[in-house]
């Protein structure tokens, strides 16, 4: 990333969970690169490590920090949303973006239960521990913005079957809704976004065969997969000011696919 920066994000505080790859660690350079102080979370504490590293080397020093954090855990949550307070004083974003898809096949069959607690556990209760720890934040603010990291899955019947996780980022597009309409009075907006099939390694493991790959293809009009990069964006637009009408959106990005045929 080259110079010149934004300042988009400036004076803001974010939080970015899933921060040490692919989408998560896309949104956390872009994200600093327009001003916003970031903290870094992921359960894979190198990786976190690592984005606020990057961010120090191309932005300077006191822009991010790193913290390990499963969002399935309420007591990590409240650390997590509690060091951009300490460090940085505020919190003005938090986007709720770590998320697992189990590898293993996941039709109603075959899905055990185990699979489909883990699913919910991290993709749907964090996203509740998130936003609860976040509100309170927000309050102090005067606002703030929550995006939560859905799927096209969520809106579209998947040809590749993986029941809990489908399930699980439905619960997302609603508790988003609802929390949207709750707190839009108290200037605090919530946002799903919905990414289509992307090249990260969540999606890479499961499509592990060029068939299967070909195959999820088929489905997006523009023909590939998409970068996490370019859900950074949708991110970042959902983040600021310039998206300050829209709240309990299902923002898709997703190479055409939900309009397809
Ligand atoms: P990724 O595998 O590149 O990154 C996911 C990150 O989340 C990893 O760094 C991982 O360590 C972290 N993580 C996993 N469990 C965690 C936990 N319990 N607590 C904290 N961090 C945890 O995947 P990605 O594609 O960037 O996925 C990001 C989000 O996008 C997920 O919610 C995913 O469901 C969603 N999504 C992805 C696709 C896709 O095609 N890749 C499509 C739609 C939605």
Redesign the pocket.
Known sequence: MSPPYGTRLANKVAVI????????LESSVLFASEGAQVVC????EK?AAATAEKIASLFGEGRAVAIK????NEEDVKKMIQLAVTQFGKLNILFN?????HPADDNALTTTEDIWDLTMK??VK?VWWGCKYAIEQMRKCGGGSIIN?????ALRGAATPQLA?TAS?GAVLAMTRELAVVHAKENIRFNSL?????R????MEFLNTEEKKNRRLVHVPMGRFGE?IEQAKAALFLASDDSSYMTGTDFTVDGGLCSAY
């Open positions: 969970t899933g921060a040490g790859s692919g989408i998560g979370a992921d359960i894979n990786g954090a499963d969002v399935s973006n770590a998320g697992i898809m991290i993709n964090g990291t859905a799927s096209f899955v996780y980022k919905c990414p289509g099939p992307l990260t390694p969540l999606l996490a």
